[in-house]
T-cell receptor
Framework: EAAVTQSPRNKVAVTGGKVTLSCNQTNNHNNMYWYRQDTGHGLRLIHYSYGAGSTEKGDIPDGYKASRPSQENFSLILELATPSQTSVYFC??????????FGAGTRLSVL | QQKVQQSPESLIVPEGGMASLNCTSSDRNVDYFWWYRQHSGKSPKMLMSIFSNGEKEEGRFTVHLNKASLHTSLHIRDSQPSDSALYLCAATSNTGNYKYVFGAGTRLKVIA
């Protein structure tokens, strides 16, 4: 099965601090995604990418940046973290209109 | 912005019973629906997908799709306690952007 690895698994950050969430996939998928999951909202798309060097805004991009320096790596950056960004973040990879494979998630708390 | 609506929000069924979950998209460009299952504390995993009108069966799971109404449903027969999970519906469109939009999910609890 496709392997998607997220780090860190848990993170506590202070308000106003910078946070970087990392994602690595070893399946040579072109597409990668960052979602956040909050109770009552399911998965909401923050940013996605079609390949190295590309990033696209999802449905809730405000307050987040993304970086895709290589086929394997896709990062989510919170330049100035706020308590409203406390959530569980999932990275996923996929190819075309096929199954998405998710990482184990990162639980972020912003105090 | 495309919306995916799921109902009910939560569902309790007895062991051995039938669970029926619904999902509708508001985007006329949607041409593919996905059902993902997420057990507590775990990541979502794809359960079934459908893009043709009609139904598709895999073991105890059946998915229906009505493309005219952009409505899909997932039916789980002979429900087991291990089926207790959050079920997420996702939709992708034929615009080629490979953007997967998820609904808020249905939380299923199967009680013994």
């Amino acid at each position: 099965e496709a392997a998607v690895t997220q780090s860190p698994r848990n993170k506590v950050a202070v308000t106003g601090g910078k946070v970087t969430l990392s994602c690595n996939q070893t399946n040579n998928h072109n597409n990668m995604y960052w979602y956040r999951q909050d109770t009552g909202h399911g998965l909401r798309l923050i940013h996605y990418s079609y390949g190295a060097g590309s990033t696209e805004k999802g449905d809730i991009p405000d307050g987040y940046k993304a970086s895709r320096p290589s086929q394997e790596n896709f990062s989510l950056i919170l330049e100035l973290a706020t308590p409203s960004q406390t959530s569980v973040y999932f990275c996923a990879s996929g190819e075309g209109q096929n199954t998405l494979y998710f990482g184990a998630g990162t639980r972020l708390s912003v105090l | 912005q495309q919306k995916v609506q799921q109902s009910p929000e939560s569902l309790i069924v007895p062991e051995g019973g039938m669970a029926s979950l619904n999902c509708t998209s508001s985007d006329r460009n949607v041409d593919y629906f996905w059902w993902y299952r997420q057990h507590s504390g775990k990541s979502p995993k794809m359960l079934m997908s459908i893009f043709s009108n009609g139904e598709k069966e895999e073991g105890r799971f059946t998915v229906h799709l009505n493309k005219a109404s952009l409505h899909t449903s997932l039916h789980i027969r002979d429900s087991q306690p291990s089926d207790s999970a959050l079920y997420l519906c996702a939709a992708t469109s034929n615009t080629g952007n490979y953007k997967y939009v998820f609904g808020a999910g249905t939380r299923l609890k199967v009680i013994a």
